[in-house]
């Protein structure tokens, strides 16, 4: 007659706890040394190796206490974080925690006792839980990081510059949607605001085209500088775009438009009391209403 052997769950992750704790040294190891390999090349294998040592160490401690699996998570979620930063996949990411069924395994073989072998199965359970874990902390904290690199891309395509006591200037490259009127706006009220000016001159030299959304943003701009007690002149106003302005049909009201910078900066410039004098072929000078 053949032998049954009826085995507990809880005896197997009894086993796989003492495996886990017994074994730390070449299971860790071993652990190491195939996440090292899977990501041969890649910068920072030392401070992966660190932060691999504290989630076992913090796994470990959940199976010893009370279950509690906040600080493992914590853990994952930092390494899901530092490897979004540096550029591994989120499918790498999470292989590294997997690696961990890999390692214990040879040393639930080499125990052989059935015992392991059904605690095994809970452990690698458990394992996949945290890499699941992983991916998807991973994938969150990826989406922030190309938000904040919108954000910060976006802010510094889009500098204000003082261009005369009382005028400032916003150079505009590229295209103009709604995310970034509203940084035109915060940056221009605010350059308003902190500089006292009254002029200030919106340049689409850069934009490639215009259409009525465009238009409208910015028109836009040019009411909340209004707000503000500031005139706004529109320049950079080339051929082409004036054609499609006409043929689109868009009215830009009252507000001034010119076609160059210079231009631009010239009006703002008479408009502030600052008498122009000269001409193309001497250098010009500037005269206030003082002089």
Known sequence: MGVTLIVRPDAGRRRIEELVRQHEDRVLKRWLEITAAASAGRPDQGDTAARLTEIYQALRQSFAGDGDTSDLHGLLAELSRSRARQGFSPSETASAVFALKEALYEVVEDDGTPEALRGFVW?????????????????????????????????????????????????????????????????????????????????????????????????????????????????????????????????????????????????????????????????????????
């Open 123 to 291: 452990f690698s359970k458990t394992v996949d839980d945290l890499g699941l874990f992983t991916f998807e902390t991973y994938v969150t904290a990826r989406e922030r990081i190309i938000i904040d690199q919108a954000e910060q891309l976006l802010e510094l395509s889009t500098p204000v510059v003082k261009l005369w006591e009382g005028i400032v200037a916003v150079p505009l490259i590229g295209t103009l949607d709604s995310a970034r009127t509203q940084v035109v706006m915060e940056k221009l009220l605010q350059a308003l605001v902190d500089t006292g000016s009254e002029h200030a001159v919106i340049d689409i030299t850069g934009v490639p085209s215009v259409d009525t959304q465009v238009a409208q943003h910015l028109l836009k701009t040019v009411m909340a500088a209004r707000l503000m007690g500031a005139e706004c002149v529109i320049s950079g106003i080339r051929p082409q775009i004036a054609h499609t302005i006409v043929t689109l049909g868009i009215e830009f009201g009252d507000i001034v438009t010119k076609a160059s910078l210079s231009d631009a900066l010239a009006h703002a410039l008479r408009r502030s009391g600052v008498e122009l004098a000269g001409n193309r072929r001497t250098r010009v000078t500037v005269r206030t209403e003082e002089e």
